[in-house]
Structures are given as C-alpha cells and as structure tokens.
C-alpha cells in the first residue's frame, strides 16, 4: 500500500522555465510534508517542507503548495536551472507515528540548457 | 558544521555473512533513523533511535537491527545477509524527536553488495 505517490517518474522542462513536481498521499494522519533532492551516489538533500496548518511555503526559487482536501502537494521551481537535475523524493511524516518519514518513489528532473 | 557521515561507503559480502554499518549523526543531533533504498522497494524506513532507545521501528525481519550509544552514533546490523539485501543504507539525523524537529538530514549512505 503506497501511502505516498509521486505519479510522473520523470520530467524534462527548459533552462529558465518552471519545473512542478506533484505528489498525492492517502493516510489523512500525515501532518508534515518535505522534499528532498537526490543525485546519483549520495544521500538525499533537504529543500524544503511544509506543515499540515499551511497551505503554502516559499523558500528562494522553491515553492511548496499543500491542498490537504485533495491530498496534494506540489513543488514548483522557478526558474530551472541545469544543477536542479536530480531526482525529487516527496516524503511525509505523522506525529502519531512517531515522524517517522514515509517517501514517494521520486520524480526524475532534467533541466535542459 | 560537520554532516551526517556513514561508514564505510563501500561494501560487499557474501550470502550468509553479517554486516555492521555506523552513523555518526550532525553534531548536537540526538535522533537517528535507517532507510533502505533499493530500485524495487523506494526508499524504506527501517528503524529510529533516540537516547540510546529505539522509538520506531518499520516493517523488515528481525534480521535488521541496530542500536545508538551515547554519543549518539549508531550501528546497524544485518545477520545472515540475501541477495536482495543489496541496497543503499542511508542514515538521517535530526535534532530530537517531537513535533518541532521534522526535518531529517541525510548521510551519503552505504552501498551494501550481497554476492
């Protein structure tokens, strides 16, 4: 049972354009929200995170939007630039479970010059 | 500040053998979490330490354990490896456990090899 998906394994967008990365969750009791960078050989990076009691958060060229209703969120890059190719995890954590941090299966980015 | 490191990067055993992995966390950072990331699986959690405890656990065999000392380093152990063990193993640390300390940061992770 995949409690968080992320539904495009890969996405190719132009230098200088925006880059939306789309994840959708089903367990209502997550209450916290982050996205993490990963190139090949290394651990994940942290970026950025959002907590359930937002609907936004906005640090630099990335944006973190939440629609709890729906299940959603999304990770917007503006703009793209080459170094941003990496492959994106959405994880999400519930106080309950002890934030513990369950992850999509990533999202591949190639940010073409 | 120094990052979460993790020996060694590098592994490989055979079938049946042992395996112990370290963690040494963000200094200052009390909590550690395993993770397992394999092709098939995505990235899987495995267990958290904190205080030398183990406050979480997820859902592997009995044959995956670990422990924290009071430095807050932490080993992970796995006994009688298979094949499909061959994963990368990464470790995270975050400042404690609770509502205001979500964000995990992760070490570069140990690529086990089971042959």
């Known amino acids: 049972d995949q409690q968080v998906k992320q539904n495009s394994p890969s996405l190719s967008v132009q230098e200088g354009r925006i880059s939306i990365l789309n994840c959708d969750y089903t367990n209502s009791m997550f209450d916290y929200f982050l996205w993490y960078k990963k190139y090949p050989a290394e651990g994940p990076t942290f970026l950025i995170s959002i907590s359930s009691i937002k609907d936004k958060n906005e640090d630099g060229r990335f944006t973190v939007f939440l629609n709890k209703s729906a299940k959603h969120l999304s990770l917007h890059i503006v703009p793209s630039q080459p170094g941003d190719s990496a492959v994106y995890f959405c994880a999400a954590s519930a106080e309950a479970a002890g934030n513990k941090l369950t992850f999509g299966g990533g999202t591949r980015v190639l940010v073409k010059p | 500040k120094a990052g979460v490191t993790q020996t060694p990067r590098y592994l490989i055993k055979t079938r049946g053998q042992q395996v112990t992995l370290s963690c040494s966390p963000i200094?200052?950072?009390?909590?550690v979490s395993w993770y397992q990331q394999t092709p098939g699986q995505g990235l899987q959690f495995l267990f958290e330490y904190f205080s030398e405890t183990q406050r979480n656990k997820g859902n592997f065999p009995g044959r995956f354990s670990g422990r924290q000392f009071s430095n807050s380093r932490s080993e992970m152990n796995v006994s009688t490896l298979e094949l499909g063990d061959s994963a990368l193993y990464l470790c995270a640390s975050r400042l404690g456990v609770g509502p205001t300390y979500n964000e995990q940061f992760f070490g570069p992770g140990t690529r086990l090899t089971v042959l």
């Open positions: 200094s200052g950072h009390r909590s």
